[in-house]
């Protein structure tokens, strides 16, 4: 065992761990550790099933005693995040991942960790090797390409499980048990536009800048700016006051990501400079009061640009800045069942121009499909009021949470009974495999847990090797409960 993960308790899952890590497993590229999971089931005798996806399925039988027990399915994704600091000589295809001891926790040497979700495929594998655990019969479900589309779970089939119930091993937070998570979809709105001559005069560009983003489901409360929004404001006041032309527009980055960044590159006369620049000032400074503390570093500037040949007609034009300027985005509803958790919401994702189209898009989210279908409903009406086409694609369902379920009420039974105090009972307002693949197994009953995980999908990973003790602990507890 390395020097990082020497001496390091519970053994049983720190050595798979190690042997995930030393395992290129970028999205897509799983083949060598979906071999490894394979050999080694093959190893202890156990049956496996590889799907048309590249999915895993083991199946182990019941300790002796627990024959009797509902199956119960251990889930993880066998991919993830591939990331690395600036000047890092590090090649995720080829090389292993060096993992770094800082006190209470483990990271990598200038990449991603991958213990989202190395902790819990680790863990799964160490209950599929152990001998000692009086867990009831066993499935592990280990999938493929979580961290990019979700499209293991996507293309994993009913009929495959037998499972009653399912614990998925990819939450990041200790303490917590996860019990639902939001579905979504795309709504895409384009509009053709007409293009002419750029007049005489001055070309600007307009740049929304320094706010912090972040994901559209779990930061989508925290009142945080929307650049494309934003950038639709400002061109709004800026073409009611001033003779304006507007060549091009572009914000935002992903559909699943609050937009940080956008920009406009207008047309006007020279000698309007002056009033623009204030114009921007003034709307800057009303919507940097209107954010106060959420979101404070926002800036809106004016800077020269090389003068474009064509622009948008006019009329074109304020029809698309009418439009990102008072589209819906944020949370629509919270949660009657589980507090603080955002129950609807939509996010204005991107804009853009290309080849004469405007492009919108948007993404809505919910743990319910009708309150998908009523938000989606919301963000088609003001677009097609507007002139533009809309499309609805992507779709992945939702995970409603049930916190009365047989499944939930056990699992709150053991941590009380381990450490005196009642779990946090949370869902995400996110996208999960729990969700994607408990569609296709309607009966089955789904729990998330996990350790101590912070900054995944960045090479400030960190995971917290106190906490992994404690979840082992508690996996355990559980699986000779159920």
């Not at 750029?198 to 700016?225: C, F």
Request: aromatic share 4%; glycine share 10%.
């Amino acid at each position: 065992m390395s020097s990082a993960l020497a001496g390091l308790e519970p053994q049983e899952i720190w050595k798979h761990f190690e042997a995930l890590a030393a395992i290129p497993r970028a999205s897509t590229k799983e083949a060598a550790v979906r071999n490894h999971i394979v050999k080694l089931a093959a190893s202890l005798g156990l049956e496996s099933i590889v799907d048309e996806a590249g999915n895993v399925v083991v199946r182990k039988p019941a300790h002796a005693g627990r024959e009797s027990a509902p199956v119960t399915a251990l889930q993880g994704h066998l991919d993830m995040v591939c990331e690395k600091n600036e000047g890092t000589d590090f090649n995720f295809d080829t090389d292993g991942i060096k993992i770094v001891r800082k006190e209470d926790w483990l990271y990598a040497d200038g990449t991603t960790l991958g213990s989202d979700n190395g902790v819990g495929v680790a863990s799964a594998l160490a209950v599929m090797e152990s001998k000692t655990i009086k867990h009831g019969p066993m499935e592990f479900v280990f999938t493929v390409e979580e961290e990019t589309t979700l499209g293991g779970a996507a293309a994993f089939k009913g009929g495959v499980l037998k499972a009653h119930y399912l614990l998925n091993l990819d939450n990041e937070e200790k303490g917590t048990l996860c019990i639902g998570c939001a579905g979504g979809l795309n709504t895409r709105a384009r509009r053709k536009v007409a293009l002419q001559a750029a007049g005489a005069g001055a070309a600007y560009r307009i740049k929304v800048s320094g706010l912090k983003g972040g994901h559209s489901g779990v930061d989508i409360h925290l009142g945080r700016g929307n650049a494309v929004r934003i950038l639709g404001g400002t061109l709004q006041l800026a073409l009611e006051q001033l003779p304006l032309e507007i060549a091009d527009l572009k914000g935002g980055s992903a559909h699943n990501a609050i937009p940080r960044e956008a920009f406009a590159v207008v047309v006007s006369d020279a000698a309007n400079e002056a009033k623009l620049k204030s114009i921007v000032a003034q709307y800057a400074e009303d919507v940097r009061v209107d954010l106060g503390s959420f979101d404070p570093d926002l800036q809106i500037v004016v800077e020269k640009a090389e003068r474009p040949q064509q622009v948008i007609a006019a009329t074109d034009a304020k029809r698309v800045v009418d439009l990102i300027s008072s589209l819906h985005h944020g949370v629509l509803a919270m949660s009657p069942d589980v507090p603080g958790l955002v129950q609807d919401s939509t996010n204005v994702a991107t804009v853009s121009l290309k080849d004469g189209v405007a492009e919108i898009v948007t993404s809505q989210r919910s743990a319910i499909l009708g309150s998908i279908n009523i938000a989606k409903r919301l963000v088609a009406t003001s677009c097609l009021l507007a002139g533009f086409e809309v499309e609805h694609a992507n779709s992945y369902p939702g995970w409603k949470p049930e916190p009365n379920s047989d499944i939930v009420r056990k699992s709150k039974a053991v941590f009380e009974e381990m450490y005196g105090s009642t779990p946090n009972l949370i869902a995400m307002h996110a996208g999960l495999e729990t969700g994607v693949i408990g569609v296709n197994y309607p009966g089955m009953q789904m729990i998330s847990f996990g350790p101590q995980i912070e900054h995944p999908h960045s090479p400030a990973e960190r995971v917290q090797i106190s906490s992994v003790a404690e979840f082992w602990k508690y996996l355990v507890a559980v699986l000779e409960k159920l």
